[in-house]
């Protein structure tokens, strides 16, 4: 559920700086989450402004700079910004990558023989990745993916080759 006062609470203290929000969140007594979206917002960099207006960015780099954000935050900086790009970007996440899913599960890494462990992670983050940017479709896509990629790490621990 979009808390929307605290959509309009970030576009009033939208002129004020860093240390000049973070002291009215401190005044207004707001929960820690609460003052942790607005600090995060007052903390988007330029080059976050400037890779979220790139008309070329893939997918994948919009979920990477979008999904650590709130609701909130992120339809504060859509409703901020003028620029086109932007703005499709941002409603492309909303609309599309934010609820894209990978088909595959640990069960599958196992029936291929990748044993359980920190490797998931990186295998399914370099599935979503894939799938964001339109390179895999179907479940077996997202199969043949994996074991052509844990084939590679295979062979690059084999040969002590750095990824």
């Not at 979206?37 to 903390?43: C, E, H």
Request: aromatic share 10%; net charge positive.
């Amino acid at each position: 559920k979009l808390d929307n006062w605290l959509v309009y609470f970030m576009v009033l203290l939208d002129s004020l700086n860093f240390n000049d929000a973070k002291l009215v969140a401190e005044k207004f007594v707001l929960r820690k989450g609460e003052a942790k979206i607005i600090l995060t917002v007052k903390q988007a960099s330029d080059d976050f402004v400037a890779k979220l207006s790139r008309r070329d960015i893939l997918a994948s780099e919009i979920f990477a700079l979008l999904d650590p954000l709130s609701y909130e935050a992120i339809i504060f900086l859509k409703a901020k910004s003028k620029n086109k790009n932007y703005k499709k970007h941002i409603e492309n996440f909303l609309e599309t990558y934010n609820d894209m899913r990978i088909c595959i599960s640990g069960h599958d890494l196992v029936d291929i023989g990748i044993m359980p462990g920190p490797l998931y992670e990186k295998i399914f983050s370099k599935v979503l990745q894939a799938k964001l940017n339109g390179q895999l479709i179907t479940r077996l896509d997202e199969l043949a993916f994996i074991k052509k990629l844990y084939l590679n790490i295979n062979y690059r621990e084999k040969t002590n080759v750095k990824a």
